[in-house]
């Protein structure tokens, strides 16, 4: 019967979730490498003097935990190399803890994490498209 709950439904279930989380990933991606970008030839002190800059690398990184925490449990636990609750939490604390966000720990991610998370999603995305 058409839709009892179990065969084709289940697949395809399966396979939006893994589209789903493949657009996910790509909007991870391409923010993390905006933020790179952007604060390409900049200075921590720029955050303190710059504030369409501050703003700018801020938004990225909401949107990096906002698209990771849209991301399948079963893909996150698929992936444990990738810092899945550390994105989401610091979405959290960008969007709810606003006026008092910490600019070291900004600057730390974008100069240190997300090249490190960059290289890592290119590789399960790569991944991916062979399979």
């Not at 396979?15 to 790509?26: G, I, P």
């Not at 909401?62 to 849209?70: D, H, L, Q, R, Y």
């Amino acid at each position: 019967m058409i839709g009892s709950g179990t065969g084709c439904c289940n697949r395809l279930k399966f396979n939006m979730s893994r589209l789903e989380d493949e657009d996910r990933l790509y909007h991870i991606l391409e923010s993390s490498r905006e933020a790179v970008g952007y604060a390409q030839g900049r200075t921590r002190k720029d955050l303190e003097t710059d504030r369409p800059f501050t703003h700018s690398l801020v938004r990225c990184l909401e949107v990096v935990g906002e698209a990771a925490s849209k991301i399948s449990k079963e893909f996150r636990q698929a992936h444990p190399q990738i810092a899945w609750d550390d994105m989401i939490s610091m979405r959290h604390k960008l969007i709810h803890a606003y006026f008092k966000i910490n600019l070291n720990i900004v600057w730390r991610t974008v100069q240190e994490e997300l090249p490190a998370l960059i290289a890592e999603l290119e590789k399960i995305l790569e991944k991916d498209s062979t399979e």
